[in-house]
Every structure is written in structure tokens, then in C-alpha cells.
């Protein structure tokens, strides 16, 4: 019985990129990463689907998310502090 393998999404998208690029085949990549051609095809399609939600902005970068996600956490404590403080005053502490 065969093992599936997981592959990195770095690994992934180097091999779309390599195969879009045209210095090897996929046949070539295929030999000498030992992946099978249909997922190299399949890694190209998604990557060429995905390219334009990149550039539109759909799709946004890590670093954008960590940024929201960052803000929204902030916004988060200064809210909670509030009503921390709100509490106290009210509890009389």
C-alpha cells in the first residue's frame, strides 16, 4: 500500500512555477521530484486561477492578513479594557 504524500504549499508552487516557466517539462520535473504529472497540471491550474484574486485583491498576501488580524485584536483589548475599567468605577474599586 502507498503512502500519500502531503506537499508544502512552497514546494507546490515552485513546481507551478517551474512548469509555467518552461526550463524543464513536466515529464523532467515529473523524473526528477517524483511527482506525478497530473498534479504538476493541477498545481498550474490553481496557480493560474488564483493569479488574478491576487492582483485584484481578493486574494490578499500573509503578511496583509496578520496586519487585519493584528488591528482587529487591538481594537479587541481597547474595547475590553473599556469596559474593564467602566466595571471597576461602577463596583467602586
Known amino acids: 500500500m502507498s503512502k500519500r504524500n502531503n506537499h508544502a504549499p512552497e514546494f507546490k508552487a515552485n513546481m507551478a512555477l517551474a512548469a509555467l ?4 517539462t513536466v515529464a523532467g520535473l515529473c523524473a526528477e521530484f517524483g511527482v ?3 498534479l ?3 498545481w498550474v491550474r490553481q496557480l493560474k486561477e488564483s493569479a488574478v ?3 485584484s485583491g481578493e ?3 500573509e503578511e496583509a492578513m496578520q496586519n ?8 479587541k483589548i481597547a474595547q475590553l479594557t473599556v ?3 467602566f466595571l471597576a ?5
Do not use: N, S
Open 40 to 42: 504538476i497540471h493541477k
Open 89 to 93: 468605577k461602577a463596583c467602586g474599586h
Open 36 to 38: 506525478h504529472h497530473t
Open 59 to 61: 486574494i490578499k498576501t
Open 83 to 85: 469596559e474593564r475599567d
Open 68 to 75: 487585519k488580524q493584528l488591528h482587529e485584536l487591538q481594537a
Open 21 to 24: 516557466a518552461g526550463d524543464k
Open 53 to 55: 484574486g491576487i492582483f
